[in-house]
């Protein structure tokens, strides 16, 4: 079975700190992904990659930055913390098979609930 | 991506069939119809995805409509383990992982 695996479930951190989410993936996919999840809100895409170094914003990057150094790693940055990045994060990854770009589906971590006092 | 429409909440007595429908009128020739469920406090998990046929898997069944427009998701037998949050969402196919989730439907599965 795929794993995606979030560093932390649950993490609490003061306003202004910077805030490093990590997550690792074991099956060797290209592309990765950081959303949040908020009620009333779903899910809400900030940024992806699909290959080591690449990254795309997606649509709320703003307050966030990511890193890929590895392929197996997908870094998640909060520059500044702030109160209105309270949220669940959740990483996914994505295989593409036939080498066509197509993807196929989305296997995703537990998430971390990160509160922001 | 064209827009789906859920309702918001369902009941299934458990070892019954669930069968949630999904809207989306506004589908186009390329689209796919993806189905994904959350379980309370976990990330979301993938069931099926098809194009025009109907397509089964170990988890489910999905029946599109002959006219595309709409499509139902089939929990042949539902457990309590099945109670969650399932997501209808359309899009092309692409390599880009920007699924709209939407407010999906609220299954609760009752013994």
């Known amino acids: 079975d795929v794993k995606v695996t979030q560093s932390s479930r649950y993490l609490v951190k003061r306003t202004g700190e910077k805030v490093f989410l990590e997550c690792v993936q074991d099956?060797?996919?290209?592309?990765m992904f950081w959303y949040r999840q908020d009620p009333g809100l779903g899910l809400r895409l900030i940024y992806f990659s699909y290959d080591v170094k690449m990254k795309e914003k997606g649509d709320i990057p703003e307050g966030y930055s990511v890193s890929r150094e590895k392929k197996e790693r997908f870094s998640l940055i909060l520059e500044s913390a702030s109160t209105n990045q309270t949220s669940m994060y959740l990483c996914?990854?994505?295989?593409?098979?036939?080498?066509?770009?197509?993807?196929?589906?989305?296997?995703f971590g537990s998430g971390t609930q990160l509160s922001v006092l | 991506d064209a827009k789906t429409t859920q309702p918001p909440s369902m009941d299934c007595a458990e070892g019954r069939a669930a069968n949630l429908p999904c809207n989306h009128s506004?589908?186009?020739?390329?689209?796919?119809v993806y189905w994904y469920r959350q379980i309370h406090s976990q990330g979301p998990q993938y069931i099926i995805h098809g194009l025009k046929n109907n397509e089964t898997n170990e988890m489910a069944s999905l029946i599109i409509t002959e006219d595309r427009k709409s499509s139902t998701l089939i929990l042949p037998h539902a457990t309590l383990r099945d109670t969650a949050v399932y997501y209808c969402?359309?899009?092309?196919?692409?390599?880009?992982?920007?699924?709209?989730f939407g407010q999906g439907t609220t299954l609760q599965v009752k013994p």
């Open positions: 506004t589908i186009s020739g390329n689209e796919y």
């Open positions: 969402i359309v899009r092309v196919r692409s390599n880009t992982g920007k699924l709209i």
């Open positions: 996914a990854s994505s295989f593409d098979p036939a080498g066509t770009g197509v993807m196929l589906r989305l296997f």
């Open positions: 099956m060797d996919h290209e592309n």
